[in-house]
């Protein structure tokens, strides 16, 4: 039979229409683009409001959050290779198998939340190392503390949603994530600034603005998986147990996945708390050039997410065919939205800076802010393309399973990313925009990189479920409980 690759025309319908064509990626990745817009947006509105309060609010913020997820991310990453999980049982028609194995997502959850506790108390001495002023410290240490507080609920909340954006039901994320942005961001206002009877909280409004949409979050999809329709097919309520061979499969292929993340963060987090060192005026720009860049990163990140369900779903066809196409697909589609945003990053910069800095603030200070965020953002429109480049292919290989080999390059470069950065700043004293070639440079080397690993193909023999006959949904069946064919795997 004749691979998907090699029976397409090259007419626009063909490729909108064909299996893992233009239809199948949107159907599955636009969904999650907007739910990860919705995070994107929370946080831009967020520090736009804190920079009202004041500049260091808002850096205070930005360098807080970073750290936190530096903390959280590696069971974050576990928690959210679900996705794998059930994307691939979904593929292979198991269905029985994905409630357990999200329920396996949530058990790393509960374990995590005795760190979460911890973090609080210890606060203080991990800010202590970023050697930040002290009012910025201060304001890093309480909006942490507060964010600690939605630790659990923000893992709890990524492995319960694998339930739906495993098995395609993208649209479920979507709406669920849209809704509990509108709610953090009325909080926002009201708990920022003190409106409607609420006394003005400044930075821990917030933070326990964020916390509460978070735990929303988490028992919004506690009963949305719990409804009768799925207990039986999917077994959500009797898969709740601790299983730990499945448990242990996870760790297995999810903890490179989560380490990756970490090693990623980890080297960003260097880079942040060099630049607090710089100067607080430094700190504030890269606050506000990392806060528009999330606007090109975020939704991409929403296609790789998309990527690793449908590279997961077809391997558990065992199609690794249209698992490829489908990641040239998406990142057709991404490429084009990052150079559509590196355009207007370049030309209307202020269309993205206007809200930071209407009507507030020592004039000339906002100009000179204003100015070295904008060069910052032609930075960002340099490495663009590349970004696109690393997010999609590091998402398929993940789908995959080829979480050592991501992991290992992650270590590595992630560690080149912290001595860079220590270099430029400390050893070699360049400007800010010497510090952000740095990160454009480690960009630019992991799209490279995880590029090469695609094309050498070990992936496509990768599997992270059982192997054995394939059972194939039907995939004309709109239906939650998929029909079945038997199919040999070999």
Not at 63 to 87: D, E, H, K, Q, R
Not at 250 to 279: A, D, H, N, W
Not at 331 to 350: C, E, F, G, N
């Amino acid at each position: 039979m004749l691979s998907p690759d090699t029976s397409l025309t090259n007419t626009k319908t063909s490729w909108w229409r064909r299996p893992a064509g233009g239809r199948e990626v949107l159907g599955v990745a636009f969904p999650l683009v907007v739910a990860t817009l919705s995070w994107t947006v929370m946080t831009f509105v967020d520090r736009m409001f804190l920079n009202r309060v004041s500049n260091t609010a808002m850096s205070a913020a930005f360098s807080s959050a970073v750290i936190w997820y530096a903390v959280f991310c590696l069971p974050m990453g576990i928690c959210g290779y679900v996705n794998t999980f059930v994307s691939q049982y979904n593929g292979n028609g198991q269905p029985e198998r994905i409630g357990p194995s999200v329920w396996q997502g949530v058990w790393i959850a509960l374990f995590v939340t005795p760190l979460a506790v911890a973090m609080i108390p210890l606060a203080p001495w991990v800010f202590s190392w970023t050697l930040h002023s002290p009012e910025s410290t201060q304001l890093e240490i309480v909006y942490f503390q507060i964010l600690c507080a939605g630790a659990p609920a923000f893992l709890i909340a990524t492995a319960l949603s694998a339930f739906y954006s495993g098995r395609g039901k993208t649209w479920v994320v979507m709406v669920v994530d849209a809704s509990v942005t509108c709610v953090n961001l009325v909080l926002d206002y009201l708990w920022i600034f003190g409106y409607a009877g609420f006394p003005e909280m400044g930075i821990a409004g917030a933070g326990w603005a964020t916390v509460t949409a978070l735990w929303l979050k988490a028992i919004i999809y506690f009963v949305l998986i719990m409804q009768r329709k799925y207990r039986l097919p999917f077994h959500t309520w009797t898969g709740m147990r601790f299983d730990r061979t499945l448990f242990g499969r996870l760790l297995y292929f999810g903890g490179p996945s989560g380490m990756q993340m970490l090693l990623e963060i980890l080297g960003f987090t260097v880079f942040v708390v060099l630049i607090g060192r710089v100067g607080p005026m430094e700190a504030a720009a890269t606050t506000l050039a990392f806060s528009v860049a999330t606007m090109a990163f975020m939704p991409i990140s929403g296609f790789g997410i998309g990527v690793s369900i449908l590279v997961g779903q077809h391997l558990g066809e065992n199609r690794d065919d249209l698992a490829a196409q489908a990641t040239w697909t998406a990142l057709h589609i991404s490429l084009a939205y990052m150079v559509l945003l590196s355009t207007l990053y370049l030309l209307t910069p202020d269309l993205f800076l206007h809200g930071f800095f209407a009507g507030h603030g020592d004039v000339a200070e906002q100009e000179t802010l204003r100015g070295m965020a904008i060069h910052l953002l032609q930075i960002v429109a340099a490495y663009n393309v590349m970004d696109a480049t690393y997010i999609i292919f590091v998402s398929a290989l993940k789908g995959a399973g080829d979480t050592r080999f991501v992991m290992i390059a992650s270590l590595i470069m992630g560690f080149f990313l912290a001595i860079l950065s220590w270099l430029t700043i400390d050893v070699w004293n360049l400007s800010i925009y010497g510090c952000w070639m740095a990160v454009t440079a480690w960009v630019c080397a992991m799209g490279v990189i995880f590029l090469l690993r695609f094309l050498g193909g070990k992936w496509r023999s990768m599997r992270v479920i059982e192997q054995h006959e394939i059972t194939r949904p039907d995939r004309a069946s709109s239906a939650d409980t998929p029909s079945k064919k038997v199919l040999p795997l070999f």
